[in-house]
């Protein structure tokens, strides 16, 4: 059930565990501990206006594991009417002005016989299902109420939201994004910097089909990615460095059509810019510690990474279900889920992983995203290689598709 900021039909509310945060890793991991503890008393508040989920026009890249977990979730069946098959995945290496962009690396489109390593989502299609499960199991979200602050009195923590009310809950989860106001009122510390440079996100629409094919261009100011939507539509993630992009967002239709065939191409025939486009800063963010006594860390507020690889999603969902895995065998074992030794197993088993991905990502970025001509030759030559490896290509698909060794139960597509 949802309610508008400004409901106060209890002036309190006492809880199991409290997530702030409705995006999809609050509610991933609500209905998850929900569905396999039914006894334990959830419920979300998400500061974003009420219904504001409904007009996200973005899409994401969801790995396989992912999409076992919403099978298990029973989600999937909802979302996979509006879900791209990723068939195919290229990656070329080229400037923005080069006649002929030469194909380095391609990737088939299977983690599994028959099992897309990665479908596109459009965001509201995600968070709408999960929606749906929430309600289901019912959990309360509450829409337009933000976390003011929040106290730890030993057994419990006490919440106080901006509608007037208090929560008391045994454990606070923060899933309220990479600039997470929860986080900084633990006291958790991070580890930033900034890339200088901005990711450019839009749909645009083609004459010709996709056939699922996604591209990534390692252009000298950035990847630019195209993702197959539904239809002939593609998602566009398009980095360039902040000055640019900014500058990009703030021009006519014509000329940020333009720019964007450029890079684009002609392949798929004329191209057209559907809805808003956005640009937003990228960096590297990593939290120092991921808990605290009855508090916990997931998704971007967590960690934030550079898309270049397209795992941020994934990440979320391996938090939401790892944390989930956590919670429901203590609380099964009779222990207290927001004891520290309790969530630190959480913390443990979700850190090397982060810690991984983000360097991965920064290696990544800073490799690929110059002109540099002696770098150039050498990442060529390496995706040359891994190009005539099936073996490692292999490997490479099986972290995309997010199931390598020690994924949680519900990124197998098991229960909990």
Not at 116 to 126: E, G, I, K, Q, T
Request: aromatic share 6%; with cysteine; net charge neutral.
């Amino acid at each position: 059930m949802a309610k508008s900021k400004g409901t106060t039909e209890n002036s309190s509310r006492t809880l199991d565990i409290l997530i702030a945060g409705a995006g999809y890793v609050g509610l991933a991991t609500a209905v998850s501990i929900c569905r396999a503890q039914p006894n334990l008393k959830v419920a979300l508040v998400d500061a974003a206006p009420q219904d504001a989920w409904q007009r996200d026009g973005r899409a994401s890249a969801i790995a396989a594991a992912a999409c076992r977990m919403l099978k298990r979730l029973d989600c999937w069946h909802e979302i996979e009417p509006e879900a791209q098959p990723i068939t195919e995945m290229i990656i070329t290496d080229s400037r923005t002005a080069d006649p002929v962009r030469p194909v380095f690396l391609t990737f088939g489109g299977e983690a599994q016989e028959g099992e897309p390593f990665a479908h596109m989502v459009m965001n509201r299609h995600l968070n709408g299902a999960l929606r749906a499960r929430a309600a289901e199991c019912g959990i309360e979200i509450i829409e337009g109420v933000a976390v003011e602050g929040f106290f730890n009195t030993g057994g419990h923590v006490e919440a106080r939201l901006s509608d007037g009310t208090a929560c008391r809950a045994r454990l606070l989860v923060a899933a309220d994004g990479v600039r997470s106001r929860l986080r900084d009122m633990a006291g958790i510390k991070t580890v930033h910097w900034d890339y200088g440079q901005s990711g450019i996100v839009c749909t645009v629409a083609h004459e010709r089909p996709h056939h699922g094919r996604a591209e990534e261009h390692f252009l000298p100011a950035g990847p630019f990615a195209t993702l197959p939507l539904k239809g002939n539509r593609s998602s566009i993630v398009w980095t360039e460095r902040t000055a640019d992009a900014e500058r990009l967002v703030r021009e006519n239709d014509l000329v940020f059509e333009q720019e964007l065939e450029l890079r684009f191409g002609l392949k798929l025939g004329e191209i057209r810019v559907e809805g808003p486009r956005r640009a937003w800063p990228l960096g590297l963010t990593l939290a120092r510690d991921f808990v605290k006594p009855r508090f916990a860390l997931a998704g971007d507020a967590a960690h934030g990474i550079h898309p270049i690889a397209g795992q941020g999603l994934n990440l979320g969902f391996k938090d939401a279900a790892a944390l989930a895995e956590v919670v429901v065998e203590a609380e099964r074992l009779g222990e207290d889920i927001g004891a520290l030794d309790v969530l630190q197993r959480y913390e443990r088993w979700r850190r090397f992983d982060t810690l991984q991905m983000g360097a991965t990502t920064d290696v990544l970025n800073r490799l690929f995203s110059n002109d540099i001509a002696p770098v150039r030759a050498l990442r060529d030559f390496g995706l040359g290689l891994v190009e005539r490896m099936p073996g490692l290509k292999r490997y490479f698909i099986q972290q995309a598709a997010g199931l390598a060794a020690g994924t949680p139960r519900l990124l197998r597509g098991e229960a909990i």
